[in-house]
């Protein structure tokens, strides 16, 4: 059973920073790639950053210079380290796995508020 678990979502003032995790078990067959989406209030699904098997990473242009994707193999974990937090980053946030078969796997979502 594929599980993809989130955390590290909260309420942090504008300019703070967060660590999400996304912890993920259950997939036998290789990762091509994870990413980080969110969705926020009124707003469709959006991707934020992904990072491909060979570490290769992407982002969308609102959060170059301020998050960083990256992933522990190990641990079977990838992370979003989200710095220089604004308002028009809350979202919920969602992890997302796909695999070389091109089958996707989504988590539950964290929800992120950025609000003095």
């Known amino acids: 059973q594929v599980r993809l678990v989130e955390s590290g979502g909260g309420l942090v003032q504008p300019g703070g920073s967060l660590q999400l995790s996304c912890a993920f078990s259950?997939?036998?067959?290789?990762?091509?790639?994870m990413g980080w989406y969110r969705q926020g209030p009124g707003k469709n699904r959006e991707l934020v950053a992904s990072?491909?098997?060979?570490?290769?990473?992407n982002y969308r242009d609102s959060v170059k210079g301020r998050f960083t994707i990256s992933r522990d193999n190990a641990k079977n974990t990838v992370y979003l380290q989200m710095n220089s937090l604004k308002p028009e980053d809350t979202a919920v946030y969602y992890c997302?796995?796909?695999?070389?078969?091109?089958?996707?796997?989504w988590g539950q979502g964290t929800q992120v508020t950025v609000s003095s």
């Open positions: 997302k796995i796909r695999t070389i078969y091109d089958l996707q796997y």
């Open positions: 990072i491909s098997d060979g570490g290769m990473t």
């Open positions: 259950g997939i036998i067959v290789r990762i091509n790639d």
